[in-house]
């Protein structure tokens, strides 16, 4: 299986916070943070716990470039 | 000067095509490849040559998780 | 494997129209067209070609509602 | 009136969840599940209720592909 | 009918250049230049030409802070 | 310092409602009502309070048309 969406960084989840509806994601990236807000749905559904190994995933129209 | 968009990766430029209206700007990050689907404008906007150090921006709506 | 975006549709791909850096790719649901614009690079790594059987994702923040 | 927004899909409201900020609608497409994240302002402007007959929109460019 | 979406900006359609895929419609609100890239099927489906009065609309999620 | 985003909008804020996760930040530009729906670690990171300029963001791509 293989996504179209370019960007997939290996990372481990270091903070969960829940709210109603979404849900902050703290990742780290070989030592830089990474931020995901997704549903709380999803948390739930991937069984997502601090700790675990993860793929950050963003789709190339969805990234800027600073200079 | 401070951005509200939460992930900001530092990275090389390696590669950058141009078509009519879209460009895409292939970074290196630590050995992980980053792609941004930009627009041409921004390329010549901010002058981007392959070479410069730039900084990804991704807000954190945009970014997913796989597990 | 899980993705956190919410949405995934099953369709068959129609047409597929490649630019430089950006391709149109042109899904049937159920008698109701999809439209993905991805970046040319993934429809090669996915060696996209009409009548493949794919899903469409799209993360929940990036849904809107028309009533 | 007509929006460039490319995927447009016929579904009944299911559920709504709302939180301080953001609410997650819950619709059916042809017995496939869609999760909208919107805003609240936007659930109490557009006065959605279950059972109401509305339209999924998606940018082109929001969306991706899996094969 | 009523969009989820919350940024609505009356606008004046001032450049559409096209390319395979994408185009670039730039517009000008009250003397700022907006810029939106959309396909071509868009353009050509909403029959968009120079003059034209839209509306430029994005979803909360998608808008940033500077400051 | 320069950003690929191609829509800059300078608006001033009028109202901010903090969730758990995701905050709203209302802002105007030239009587126009923009919301941007950002992280609550966004708010705080920026100090944003009412009556702050800032320059609201939106990357070309995330921007449609309405005709």
Same mark, same amino acid.
Do not use: C, F
């Given at each position: /299986? =293989?996504?179209? !969406?370019?960007?997939?960084?290996? #990372?481990?989840? =270091?903070?969960?916070i829940? !709210?109603?509806?979404?849900a902050?994601?703290? /990742?780290?990236?070989? !030592?830089?943070?990474?931020? #995901? #807000?997704?549903?709380? &749905?999803?948390?739930? &559904?991937?069984?997502?716990?601090? !700790?675990?190994?993860?793929? #950050?995933?963003?789709k190339?129209?969805? /990234? /800027?470039?600073?200079?």
């Amino acid at each position: /299986m =293989k996504i179209s !969406g370019r960007n997939k960084l290996p #990372a481990t989840v =270091k903070e969960i916070i829940k !709210g109603s509806v979404m849900a902050k994601v703290v /990742m780290d990236y070989q !030592g830089v943070e990474l931020v #995901a #807000a997704i549903t709380v &749905d999803s948390v739930e &559904d991937l069984k997502l716990v601090v !700790g675990d190994n993860v793929t #950050a995933l963003i789709k190339a129209t969805e /990234m /800027m470039v600073i200079k």
